[in-house]
């Protein structure tokens, strides 16, 4: 079974995502967070309803960008992440 979002759990997916995903961080603030221009961007945390990115474009600003739906776990927060990602793509 997978994890709840906790703390614990937030921190591994912003450190996994800042890490090894730093082109998607910025499609989910340009896509979702109808930003243009973003510089960089950082997931700074996940937790069930959505996610909180620092993002530098025009300005430094944090965002938060709401999930279609409630996550259950660790593993529907990957599913959903992943599924944001083909869709900002096709924007």
């Known amino acids: 079974m997978s994890e709840a979002i906790n703390q614990a759990v937030s921190d591994r ?12 961080i910025i499609l989910y603030a340009e896509a979702f967070g109808q930003l243009q221009g973003v510089k960089s961007a950082k ?5 069930h309803e959505g996610m ?8 430094e600003e944090t965002i938060r960008i709401e999930f279609d739906h409630t ?10 992440l992943v599924n944001m990602i083909k869709t900002a793509k096709q924007v």
């Open 71 to 80: 996550l259950e776990n660790s593993q529907d927060a990957h599913h959903t």
């Open 52 to 59: 909180n990115i620092e993002v530098n474009h025009t300005l």
């Open 43 to 47: 997931m700074i945390s996940i937790d």
């Open 13 to 24: 997916i912003c450190k996994h995502m800042n890490e090894d995903h730093q082109d998607a």
